[in-house]
């Protein structure tokens, strides 16, 4: 009933509008005058009318044409069809539709992306999340009636999967964290300096236990701008993967420069490294190595890539030319 009251409005006044608009005409031009609008006879009124109506019809499939399709565009996504984008001859315009039309798909992108990768994480955490769990059953299964002998190695397997149960679910609350930016706070400076001597000298006291050790070689005066046990958490999760890998009696070397307003946080350690296809996938959640240490969850990249990308930072891999796997993290200085 809304459609219909406002389709008979707006014909009722595109007449008017057109008539006005000839009448304009008329009078820029200085032709207008009473005797003239009195000679003007119903074939001349009709005759404006109908020159009016067209170009208002003309002028409103312009403009609401586009949005028409923007609107077909936006159901189609409610629907779940997030594939869909706007036709690109939109592109072509030069009014704000044209912008609209590359921002509806450029958020299309993003939103396929999101939902994309959630469904993937959904899929790689059910599957983390079974082995532990099916580990877990079959131990406690032992433990009820294997025999009595066996029954402390096998209460020690269920100690050693529920910590790796919390260790897991510790690091998908975290990464949750920081997609939802719950609990963050205001970002402020603090001394970045000072973060990666604390973090090389909690690494080293770690790595001495697995006769290996945490170096800092360089440390250059930095001060960034961000949440800081943020970006703690993930200098803390690239030194520990690399301590995890690093071969026995070899060092994990940390450097801190600062050059040109950015901060370069060089993390080496003296492992297998990586094979050159996965250097770019290791920093998404569950993606491991084949020879990888089986004691990681598979998120301490993956955290760290989001917390270095949440503070305008890159972060990369590569294979250092001796062997071992160095990460690179950079950061606007404050």
């Not at 001349?44 to 403009?63: A, E, K, N, P």
């Not at 609350?173 to 930016?181: Q, T």
Request: proline share 4%; glycine share 8%; charged share 25%.
């Amino acid at each position: 009933m809304r459609r219909l009251f406002a389709t008979i409005f707006l014909w009722f006044w595109l007449p008017v509008l057109g008539f006005a608009l000839i009448l304009a005409f008329i009078v820029m031009h200085g032709q207008f005058s009473y005797r003239y609008l009195a000679r003007l006879s119903l074939h001349d009124f009709m005759l404006f009318t109908l020159i009016g109506v067209v170009f208002c019809f003309v002028m409103s499939r312009y403009l609401t044409g586009p949005l028409a399709k923007l609107g077909t565009a936006a159901a189609r996504i409610a629907e779940g069809r997030l594939d869909t984008r706007v036709d690109a001859s939109l592109h072509n315009r030069r009014d704000e539709i044209a912008d609209l039309a590359r921002n509806f798909n450029r958020m299309a992108e993003r939103i396929e992306a999101l939902v994309t990768g959630q469904r993937r994480l959904l899929g790689d955490v059910s599957h983390e999340l079974r082995s532990p769990l099916s580990r877990l059953m079959v131990a406690l299964s032992l433990v009820k009636q294997g025999p009595p002998e066996e029954a402390e190695e096998n209460l020690g397997r269920i100690g050693l999967e529920a910590r790796r149960l919390d260790a897991l679910i510790g690091q998908l609350l975290a990464l949750s964290r920081i997609d939802s930016g719950v609990d963050r706070g205001a970002p402020a400076p603090f001394d970045l300096t000072n973060l990666v001597q604390e973090v090389a000298n909690d690494g080293d006291f770690e790595a001495r236990a697995r006769n290996r050790r945490v170096v800092l070689q360089q440390a250059d005066a930095c001060t960034v701008s961000g949440y800081e046990e943020l970006l703690r958490s993930a200098v803390e999760n690239v030194v520990r993967n690399a301590i995890r890998h690093t071969a026995e009696e070899t060092a994990v070397e940390i450097s801190l420069q600062a050059a040109n307003s950015r901060a370069l946080l060089r993390v080496r350690d003296h492992g297998p490294g990586v094979p050159p296809s996965m250097l770019s996938e290791i920093f998404q959640p569950f993606r491991r190595v084949g020879n990888s240490n089986p004691e990681g969850a598979g998120l301490g990249l993956a955290i760290a890539e989001r917390a270095v990308t949440l503070h305008h930072g890159k972060i990369l891999a590569r294979n250092a030319p001796s062997g071992g796997l160095s990460v690179e993290l950079e950061l606007p200085l404050a």
